[in-house]
């Protein structure tokens, strides 16, 4: 359905939106919107230095706990 939709029909639904809302209300939306993005982009960036920082701290407390009897018999 979606597929059909050329520039004719956007231009229609761009000026339809901006005639019920008006300037003002849709860049403040767009505003909110970016500021949602970049809030995303810093939150799973953040979320990535976590990781990372996890799993070096779970190197260097990781420690072989195989018995001294175990180790030998490969």
Do not use: C, Q, W, Y
């Amino acid at each position: 359905m979606l597929n059909n939709i050329g520039l004719p029909g956007l231009l229609l639904i761009a000026v339809v939106v901006l005639v019920l809302f008006g300037r003002g209300k849709i860049s403040s939306l767009m505003g909110e919107v970016g500021k949602g993005i970049t809030a995303f982009k810093k939150g799973v960036d953040d979320g990535k230095k976590e990781i990372e920082e996890g799993e070096a701290e779970v190197a260097e407390v990781a420690k072989d706990v195989t018995p001294e009897d175990e180790k030998d018999k490969v």
